[in-house]
């Protein structure tokens, strides 16, 4: 053998020269591969994968790939896009069998290792067989095809004809076949064991096809290969989180109850107290229900082997795929019996059904609540701002009619007269807690926090006679607000369009005229309220003027808080109101969500 290839500088070099000598079989064509190389590969060719085999016919040789530093390009049919590769697969046949002794070489063995793994330190006996097996691994998971049945058939063959006089392959798998927790478990085995499934499923594969395997045995290596990939699972702590917990039933019909009881809840602090104290109890009452596998998230982890990959060799030896309670107790051994033979683990169903049920309970139920509460509060802000889009101003006398018919204390309020809303009572006739009077309203209507241009209403009712859009642009620049904007207010702002905020300032301005009206009628009786009221408590009536009122019950348009009971202006005072006349509404005003001003 010339060895003139030791002195070159580089591994390509090396690797060229190796190519090249008469050991080596010169210039070996193959077919193109594109290989990942995953962390570990450069001294185990087994962590290796296949990710493209282009269906471009053309013969590819080492020399070549070595010349262009492992990267180059090919166009199937001479047109389209171009499929890349980094490798080459030499196949073989019945025609090669004089070249056997070549193949088998050491020195050839360091050429396909170096092809697999790019690493001319290293010298691994199945450097070739890896890279025949990663093959039959990625054709196995493509659409059938004649194509891929006649690239499989030469595949095995080459693997075939390389294990016929192999002493390690003989060796590893008699291990296989009687101790297979033994044979697919590097831990226990570093020597003779597995790193990568794909080891196990080529010794599967040429045992199959030489009729040395029973099917029971193969069925006893499919489960270790299933109990390998969960113990990867359970190593990295990633089997919790693939499994369906408490059979998503319980969880459902608990948001099902509670999205049934919103209008029961005031506050978005309501809703999640709420749904703490039923969770808890579910914790604690949950009776037995199914847990499964969530095998559709396992198939989309980004892995070599994923749950996909072992249900086709599953598949391809069995004929079916595995059940759910197979999966199971497959991660029950991984979790409890790694290490111990399949068959001496006894296969109770139910006792397994509930060992998750009670883990799955304990471990993520808990997490599980701010899930439920993400998914629910959407839920309830949804239907809040439905029920809290028109805020139409209140008269005295509707008021006092609401309070007689439902034997309601008309001193409880706080009424803002001069603009017609109630400070202390949401005023959205939809809401569920209409005109209830709440200590702290700003809570409730927090729940929308969408800001809403301030003063709305007031501006209508000072102008209220002027036409709407120049009413629109008075409260834009806000005119009557307490703090001006630095420039105007835009629509986009306020989730709303011009023609929609034309069309509520004119709602508002036919209710107020309305409003107007009837307080003409009742003066007498809103003086002798307002003077009995405001008086005894200085919180019935508050007068929004701009300026203070001796001795009066007026309050001033400033942050100064008045001496009664709480603040007495500027906070969002929604409400439409129950008239006995309804002002009809058209549908979706945003600008409705107003803040007084």
Known sequence: VDLFFFKQKTAYDIAQRLVGSEMCIRDRIGIALQVKRYVGSMIDPWLIAVKVIP?????????????????????????????????????????????????????????????????????HEHGYLSLLANSLLYLIQQPPSEWRESLIQRILMS????????????????????????????????????????????????????????????????????IFFFSRLVEAKRHMENLKVLGDSMVD???????????KYLTLGDLKRDIDIRMASISKEAT????????????????????????????????????????????YCAMNHQGKRVTTCERKVEEIRVYFFELMKKKL??????????????GFIKRFKEEHMYLMPISFKCLKDYCDK?????????????????????????CPFYLKVQPNLKHHLSTWIEKCPPAFHKTVKRFLHEPSEKILERILVGECARNKPKKPWTFAEFNTNKEEALTYIAMLQKEYKKILE???????????????????????????????????????????????KGKPIALPQPAPIVVPQPVPQPANYNLSLIHIS
């Open 55 to 123: 269906k471009a016919n053309t013969a590819i040789d080492s020399v070549t790939l070595f010349q262009a530093k492992f990267k180059m390009a090919l166009t199937p049919g001479g047109e389209g896009e171009q499929e890349y590769y980094n490798s080459v697969l030499p196949l073989f046949g019945p025609k090669d069998e004089d070249m056997l002794p070549a193949i088998i070489h050491p020195l050839y063995n360091v050429l396909m290792t170096f092809m697999t793994s790019q690493n001319l330190d290293l010298l």
């Open 159 to 226: 693997a075939l004809m390389i294990t016929s006089k192999s002493a390690t392959f003989s060796k590893y798998a008699s291990i296989l076949l009687a101790k297979p927790e033994v044979a697919i478990n590097y831990e226990q085995n570093p020597i003779d064991g597995c790193s990568d499934l794909s080891k196990p499923f080529i010794y599967l594969m040429c045992l199959k096809h030489t009729g040395k395997i029973t099917k029971l045995e193969v069925n006893v290596v499919l489960e270790h290969m299933y």
């Open 253 to 263: 019909a608990l948001k099902e109850g509670i999205a049934k009881d919103f209008s």
């Open 518 to 564: 009837e307080e003409s009628q009742y003066a007498p009786e809103i003086k002798a309220l307002e003077k009995k009221y405001g008086k005894e408590t200085g919180s019935m009536f508050h007068h929004r003027e701009d300026k203070k009122k001796k001795g009066g019950a007026g309050l001033p348009e400033d942050k100064k808080s008045h001496k009664g």
């Open 406 to 430: 439902n034997a309601v204390d008309i001193s409880k309020y706080e009424y803002i007269k001069n603009q017609s809303l109630v400070y202390n009572a949401c005023m959205y006739n939809k």
């Open 288 to 331: 037995f229900c199914p847990i499964i596998l969530n095998v559709p998230k396992l198939e989309k982890m980004d892995e070599k082997i994923t749950i996909k990959t072992v249900n086709t060799i599953y598949e391809l030896f069995l004929g079916k795929l595995p059940s759910d309670d197979d999966y199971l107790f497959w991660l």
């Open 365 to 378: 139920l808990s997490p599980s609540l701010a899930t439920v509460y993400t998914e629910l509060r959407e």
